[in-house]
């Protein structure tokens, strides 16, 4: 009888974490190999003196993809995490007017708070999301759930997009339904959390909005990583094994096909099939040898990165109010803001953040009395040449000045206790992400579906990828269908011949 085969997962991100319970599903033998102490990836948590901060991400959209990875490995999100619902999902601000907006899943509240601004604008929602629901439908979950691998699979979506008005700038498509800017701005935000200009990313990121109005937007007790918590607990419960503080160095190949990977510390580990959940640009450039790099043809060979992203973690002595469990502070200059930090890559001039706060929810995330702050601030990625150990301090006083003067957090200098901050430079040496993206490879066009890092390598047999820079891209639902269209080309793959078929299943279905 033949040994079972093979896979070694390079990552431990959500993407790596959700493929591994996947082939182990398959029947793989699985091992994940992490180069940092703990798993999670963007999804790290920090704990320091009664706070507890996720480092990345924070609102958890389409639950029920959750569900299905839970249901594969035998079980499910009430057995695994205590989810609740948020209302509002967040708090939208704006420094040059009083008003506020409450996002919410309700469409009779949404077109109330629609109207404190427009009136006229209240009256095209409907027609909006009735467009974005399409949208989703047929354009997110049918493409989101299928490989990519050929320009005639790309094609074939085309006359859908086109029909659906899904390929203009996700701005424009907004701008076709909203003119006051406060709603604009609230309707075309949501890309920039996978990193996407609004201006510049297709409108089928409208989803992204329409899925949380959809699905809502949800919290699990002790933050994301209890999510990671749990899918790492699940490999090794499967029969994986998880090996942290191991970086992979290469990538072993032997006539054109992976034999192995062979990490920082010079161990080896065999292999019939390597999923890398790495820097999906980095797996290439780093982790192949120069044969194989140059096999790729021109066009692929170096993709664009997404901005990057300065995050602070204030641990505080006191709450306020004004806080939200999310809050959106938009500056006075949101276009300036936008295009500072993508096009001109060079440190906002003016400034908007993303506050999150989950001790609002769940006090126990901070110290009796405090909160739990995480600010975030969409900066250029390292090709803006900045020195982060110069602008890193200038930055954290800018944005707490901002918090406490221009938006109203009385106080908040005076009331930290516990500090720590993340910068691009961080991302590229602690995540290995190229350029010290924060969100991987950017969502364009012409870096989606077929033009994206395929989930199944250009050349090299027996490597697939998974997580943010693959198809179909960011985000935790984002990597999480990266990890089941990668599983399910695996599947065919091996069914095909093309890489070792396991003798039969090891976990529940
Ligand atoms: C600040 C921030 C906020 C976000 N907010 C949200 C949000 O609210 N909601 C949402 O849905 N999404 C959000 N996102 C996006 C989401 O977090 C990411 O898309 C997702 O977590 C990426 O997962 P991944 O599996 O692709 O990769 P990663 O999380 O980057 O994991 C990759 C792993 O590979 C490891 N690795 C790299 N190289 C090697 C190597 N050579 N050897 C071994 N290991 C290696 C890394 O250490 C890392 O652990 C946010 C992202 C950021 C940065």
């Not at 998880?242 to 990490?263: H, M, P």
């Not at 599983?487 to 396991?502: E, H, K, N, T, Y």
Request: aromatic share 10%.
């Amino acid at each position: 009888m033949n040994p079972t085969p093979r896979a070694v997962v390079i990552g431990a991100g959500l993407g790596g974490l959700a493929a591994a319970i996947r082939l182990l599903d398959q029947g793989y033998d699985v091992t994940v190999l992490e180069r940092r102490a703990g798993l999670g990836g963007r999804a790290y948590q920090l704990v320091d003196g009664g706070y507890t901060f996720d480092m990345g991400p924070s609102l958890i959209t389409m639950p029920w993809l959750l569900e299905e990875l839970y249901a594969l490995a035998g079980t499910s999100s009430a057995e695994q995490l205590r989810l609740r619902p948020l209302d509002p999902f967040y708090r939208i601000w704006w420094m040059d007017d009083p008003r506020y907006f409450d996002f919410t899943g309700s469409d009779e509240r949404m077109k109330a708070e629609i109207a404190k601004f427009s009136p006229a604008d209240a009256a095209r929602y409907d027609a909006f999301m009735a467009r974005s629901k399409a949208i989703h439908e047929e354009g997110i979950l049918v493409a989101g759930r299928k490989p990519f691998l050929r320009l005639a699979d790309f094609l074939g979506l085309v006359p859908t997009m086109l029909r659906l008005d899904a390929i203009r700038p996700l701005s424009s498509f907004v701008g076709r339904y909203f003119s006051e800017p406060h709603v604009r701005q609230a309707f075309d935000f949501h890309s920039l959390f996978i990193g996407g200009d609004p201006g510049r990313v297709p409108a089928i990121y409208t989803a992204l909005s329409y899925l949380q109005v959809a699905d809502g937007v949800w919290y699990a007790d002790g933050g994301v990583a209890s999510v990671v918590r749990s899918l790492g607990a699940l490999v090794e419960k499967g029969g994986g094994r998880i090996r942290t503080e191991t970086a992979v160095a290469r990538i072993e190949t032997v006539g054109g096909r992976v034999s192995g990977v062979r990490t920082v510390g010079g161990e080896h580990f065999p292999a019939d099939l390597v999923v890398s959940n790495a820097d999906a640009s980095l797996t290439r450039t780093r982790l192949l040898g120069e044969q194989e790099r140059d096999a790729l043809p021109w066009r692929f060979r170096k993709p664009r990165q997404t901005m990057s992203c300065f995050l602070l973690f204030l641990g505080t002595t006191r709450r306020w109010e004004k806080l939200h469990h999310h809050t959106l502070i938009v500056g006075r200059d949101y276009q300036g803001f936008i295009r500072d930090v993508t096009r001109r890559r060079r440190i906002p001039e003016d400034i908007s953040v993303y506050l999150h706060a989950p001790s609002v929810t769940e006090p126990a995330m901070a110290a009796p009395g405090g909160e739990s702050i995480y600010v975030l601030l969409p900066v250029p990625n390292l090709s803006s040449g900045d020195d982060w150990a110069i602008r890193g301090p200038e930055l954290r006083d800018r944005v707490v000045r901002f918090l406490e003067e221009g938006f109203g957090l009385e106080g908040l200098s005076s009331s930290i206790a516990v500090e720590h901050r993340f910068t691009p430079a961080d991302f590229a040496s602690q995540l290995g992400a190229a350029d010290g993206n924060a969100f991987a490879i950017e969502p364009s066009l012409l870096q989606s579906a077929y033009f994206r890092q395929p989930n199944r390598d250009r050349t090299v047999g027996g490597l697939y990828y998974v997580g943010a820079g693959t198809h179909p891209g960011g985000g935790i639902p984002g990597v999480l269908l990266t990890a089941e269209v990668t599983a399910g080309l695996i599947r065919s793959d091996a069914q095909a011949g093309r890489v070792a078929l396991p003798g039969g299943r090891r976990t529940a279905a």
